[in-house]
């Protein structure tokens, strides 16, 4: 399975500010996905990452707070804008290598809003 | 949205024991099931997967049972060790009409597996 990378590993940031995180994979791979997963709690898609698209976002998650970036096959940002406390989660990167492959996961950023 | 496995239940058991960890899934049109182990500090990491075809599938210890009449996801882990201390999460895959809907899981809230030496 295709290693990822994720930076950072965990912030903590003050509310009005923004964070930009990165998900880099270490072989060429067929989607990208963007996960929350809020304290305590399972895991919730965000959005899928299209290489040289716009992203497309699930019910509840808007662009302009979640841009997002896939420049290429290997590599994608999520950016958290405008914090506030209800942001603080873990953001976690998500990729498949071929359509019929598992979905796998980085180690996630944990994000703190104060 | 629906929903998959509401409840966050624990379970613990003996070193060697036989662990079965259950899950219930709500959307019967779901096809590809996962199962996937966090540890603390990490994110998930894939365990075993089903597609709706199968009832049941086994890898290295483990077992994944899939009953569609009940809409029930179990999986069975052989000889638990503490190593395998974790929480354990199911995940579906939802169809979606208009496209492709690989990879957006719905994911269940967990269980918490606690391995006593």
């Known amino acids: 399975s295709a290693v990822i990378s994720q930076k950072p590993s965990r912030d903590i940031c003050q509310r009005g500010t923004s964070l930009t995180i990165q998900c880099q994979v270490d072989s060429q791979v067929t989607m990208m996905f963007w996960y929350r997963q809020q304290p305590g709690q399972s895991l919730t898609l965000i959005a899928t990452?299209?290489?040289?698209?716009?992203?497309?976002?699930e019910s509840g998650f808007v662009i302009d707070k979640f841009p997002i970036s896939r420049p290429n096959l290997t590599f994608s940002t999520l950016t958290v804008s405008n914090m506030s406390p209800e942001d603080s989660s873990i953001y976690l990167c998500?990729?498949?290598?071929?359509?019929?492959?598992?979905?796998?996961f980085g180690n996630g950023t944990r994000l703190t809003v104060t | 949205g629906e929903s998959v496995g509401l409840h966050l239940p624990t379970l613990s058991v003996q070193e060697g024991d036989n662990s079965i960890i259950n899950c219930a899934y709500s959307n019967s049109a779901s096809d590809y099931f996962i199962w996937y182990k966090q540890e603390s500090g990490k994110g998930p990491q894939f365990i075993i997967d089903?597609?709706?075809?199968?009832d049941k599938r086994q890898g290295q210890r483990v077992t994944v049972l899939l009953n569609k009449t009940v809409k029930h996801l179990s999986l069975q882990i052989a000889a638990t060790q503490p190593g395998d201390s974790a929480v354990y999460f199911c995940a579906e895959n939802p169809p979606e009409a208009g496209g492709t809907s690989y990879g957006k899981l719905t994911f269940g809230q967990g269980t918490i597996l606690t391995v006593h030496p």
């Open positions: 990452a299209n290489q040289g698209s716009e992203a497309t976002y």
């Open positions: 998500s990729v498949a290598v071929g359509l019929n492959s598992p979905l796998h």
């Open positions: 089903i597609r709706s075809n199968m």
